[in-house]
């Protein structure tokens, strides 16, 4: 069991934050909770759930006194948020972050951390479509991956705590560098969305044919795309604004890739559509595998309700 930290501050308390305030309480990992929001409708609903002991609207007052302080805010938005915050924090504080890119986070940042004040970004790869502080639930983070991205010359004991923070919200940790995370990212989850939004566009365009044609027979695999497609605009404007020469680089080893598969349906060539669909099999079982999905055949319908 770890030490709890003494005042754990949530800038933010939408999905993230509001999960963050639910599992940290969950494990007693801090002893007193504070969320600041920049929207007075965000701050009373916080207050009206109880997700944390004392709510303010100005950062800065926010983050007095806090040992842990996390932005859970858009990316774009962490550089102006830590600008904010910067003479408010506290010597010896833990300064971390949610984004889902990292390096831009870290360039945004950094310039604003002031001495004394360890900054270590980190990603909960760990999320649902829905926002706001009603979205959060306890278990979110449970058995996901949370990845730390240190900077050169972190302390090292102040990794630890945020490792072990984050290890009594439930997640599995890994290290590595920001541009890493970039590129690993870019594939894993933002070029899926990118799909999906364009997927599920193209499919709106349709619909105006077709009337509701693709709504009444959506098979899963579309079904599923919606699910990505219904994410926070706000949220993903700011991941491919932020992270785009990663998502530029896999966007275009994809669309070689889809080219060669239009090839294969235009001349018939089954053999290349057989092995091509055979190599991505393996990959869901991998994951499957890995305990990061279950196998149950739920043709995505099922919806993880608060303390699953
Ligand atoms: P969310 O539910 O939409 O909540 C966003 C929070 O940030 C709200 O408290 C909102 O305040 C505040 N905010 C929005 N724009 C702001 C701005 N320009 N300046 C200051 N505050 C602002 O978002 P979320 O899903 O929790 O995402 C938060 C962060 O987590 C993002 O960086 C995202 O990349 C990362 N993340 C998201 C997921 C996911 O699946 N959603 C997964 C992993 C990481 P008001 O409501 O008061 O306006």
Request: charged letters at 25%.
């Amino acid at each position: 069991m770890t030490t709890p930290f003494k005042r754990l501050t949530l800038i933010g308390i939408g999905l993230i934050g509001s999960s963050i305030a639910l599992a940290a309480r969950r494990k007693e990992l801090a002893e007193e909770i504070v969320i600041a929001t920049r929207s007075e409708a965000t701050l009373a609903r916080a207050k009206e759930l109880g997700l944390g002991d004392r709510y303010y609207l100005d950062a800065g007052e926010a983050v007095e006194g806090a040992d842990l302080v996390i932005l859970c805010v858009p990316v774009g938005a962490c550089g102006a948020v830590a600008k904010w915050i910067a003479p408010s924090l506290a010597p010896g504080a833990i300064l971390s972050d949610v984004g889902s890119v990292k390096e831009a986070v870290v360039k945004g940042v950094e310039p604003h951390v002031p001495e004394g004040v360890h900054f270590i970004p980190a990603h909960p790869i760990a999320g649902t479509e829905q926002s706001g502080p009603d979205a959060g639930f306890a278990e979110l983070f449970d058995n996901r991956w949370c990845l730390l991205t240190p900077l050169e010359g972190s302390d090292p004991q102040a990794v630890a705590r945020l490792r072990a923070f984050w290890e009594g919200l439930g997640s599995n940790i890994e290290e590595m560098d920001a541009r890493r995370h970039d590129r690993v990212l870019a594939i894993t989850s933002h070029l899926p969305h990118l799909i999906a939004f364009n997927l599920v566009g193209t499919a709106h365009d349709l619909e105006t044919v077709t009337h509701s044609e693709v709504i009444k027979y959506s098979a899963g695999g579309f079904r599923d795309s919606t699910r990505l497609a219904a994410s926070d605009p706000t949220m993903w404007r700011d991941v491919f604004l932020n992270n785009k020469e990663a998502v530029l680089e896999m966007l275009g080893r994809f669309t070689e890739e889809l080219a060669a598969l239009q090839r294969a349906v235009r001349w018939g060539d089954g053999d290349a559509l057989y092995k091509a669909f055979e190599r991505t099999r393996y990959i869901r079982r991998n994951i499957i595998e890995a305990g990061q999905e279950t196998d149950v055949p739920d043709f995505g319908r099922h919806v993880k309700e608060p303390g699953e």
